[in-house]
């Protein structure tokens, strides 16, 4: 199995700027996926950024202030937060769906989080 090492997370001013980083560690055939999710407390952890290809999708909360993008080469996803809101405070998690071999099925892991809080 995968490790997901997140890194980056901190306490930011409402309209400040942070980038979230997540390495997966070993060999990795493939990676189909990247996502960026969020788990405020008393709520459902909720998407906020994937990356499958060259796609991305955000929904509209973070539409336009926030990026997801990799460098292949590291297995290394980021996600740029700019502009951000309180209602942005969270916990980010990020999730890959990947193939350690090329005949082997598609696998899942999670990242182990990392706390944004935004707060003047």
């Known amino acids: 199995q995968v490790q997901l090492v997140e890194s980056g997370g901190g306490l930011v001013q409402p309209g400040g700027s942070l980038r979230l980083s997540c390495a997966a560690s070993?060999?990795?055939?493939?990676?189909?996926?990247m996502g960026w999710y969020r788990q405020a407390p008393g709520t459902q952890r909720e998407l906020v950024a994937v990356?499958?290809?060259?796609?991305?999708n955000y929904p509209d909360s973070v539409k336009g202030r926030f990026t997801i993008s990799r460098d292949n080469a590291k297995n290394t996803t980021y996600l740029q937060m700019n502009n951000l809101k309180p209602e942005d405070t969270a916990v980010y998690y990020c999730?890959?769906?990947?193939?350690?071999?090329?005949?082997?099925?598609?696998?899942?892991?999670w990242g182990q989080g990392t706390q944004v809080t935004v707060s003047s």
């Open positions: 999730h890959f769906n990947y193939r350690l071999y090329s005949y082997e099925h598609v696998r899942g892991s």
């Open positions: 990356l499958t290809g060259g796609t991305t």
């Open positions: 070993g060999s990795i055939f493939s990676i189909n996926t």
